[in-house]
């Protein structure tokens, strides 16, 4: 449903002028719109603007993002940017430096990125011979879906030394591991899909979209204002993936990350940092048992302080915005008749 606003819906995209449709009082973007900044020696440059929502976009949106282009895109609680990066083979240069030197700047080396990936394709760059034997089923694709079907969390496993194909940039060399990052959410598993298509020899890889040790973009207003600030964005940056649905219900955290168990352990998954999906909640639904890992539990980015109270809060729009997210999903067609 269109409607006349006198004030701009929330969320909102700035410098939006096009057509708004209304899911469940949630505003959807419906049409293409750009953000504009001075570039270098005073140039406009023109980012474009995209509402996942409108599927309409996705094919657009998966050739940009197959030919290397960098996107700024929300993670269901907080943006993050990432580009493919392409198997160490088939690169001509480095092409983690643009992550490292200019969108996560100042990111230590011996911090890996994450690559958002299928569950399906990580069997490739998993080593799960140094698993728990409890966790060797996860040969499988259906059972690496499930370890993401309880919501959007980074899973660190082994990765495979002997894989020509993992660019060094995404490996922790201390344990040679890799924490591999998905979550079920409709919209972007479709452009996923389409970006497979494409892609052979590289992966979608990123991290949360800040410079080292500042705060990430937890609403789409506070992206706009973040790029203005940094050129090394507004330079690089090629395209803009808002998510109306998950930003409405304030979840504003980072994600939860799980470490899977190796040979030789006492077989519990650990917890290494606690985000928007509780640890708690994630056990419950995986029926893999947890634990703090030995080192600590960090916490997660976000604008509201870790407390019993907050963590269940949280959680609970987690679970709220994923239910909302696959009711949009179901009924996709019908709404977007108007876009």
Known sequence: MERLQAEPPIPHIPEYKGRVLFFEDIPIHVDKSSWTFEGENGQEKETPVYSVWNYKHHDEIADRIARGEVALLYMWGTYGVGKVINSPEWQKEKESEVLSMQLKKGRPKDMPFVPFMYPEDMIDFWDIDRLHPRYRHLQWANKREKLY???????????????????PSLIRYADYSTAFYYMPHPALER????????????????????????????TTEELRIKMEQKPEWIEKVDLVLACEISEAFKIYEGQTQIRL????????????????????????????????????????????????????????????SREAMNKFDKEAKNFLKAA
């Open 149 to 167: 079907e309880a919501g959007p969390v980074h899973i660190i496993v082994p990765a495979k030394e002997s894989n020509p194909h993992l660019d």
């Open 191 to 218: 452009i996923i899909k389409k970006v497979r298509r494409q892609v052979r020899h590289g992966v979608f890889t990123g991290g949360s979209a800040n410079f080292h040790r500042e705060q990430p973009a937890f």
């Open 261 to 320: 168990p190796q040979v030789e352990s006492d077989g519990i998954s650990q917890i290494v940092r606690i985000g928007a999906r509780s640890p708690q909640r994630w056990s419950e639904l995986t029926g893999y048992p947890i634990k703090a890992a030995p080192e600590g539990v960090k916490e997660a980015p976000s604008v509201t302080p870790c407390t019993p109270e907050s963590i269940a809060v949280i959680d609970r729009r987690v679970t709220e």
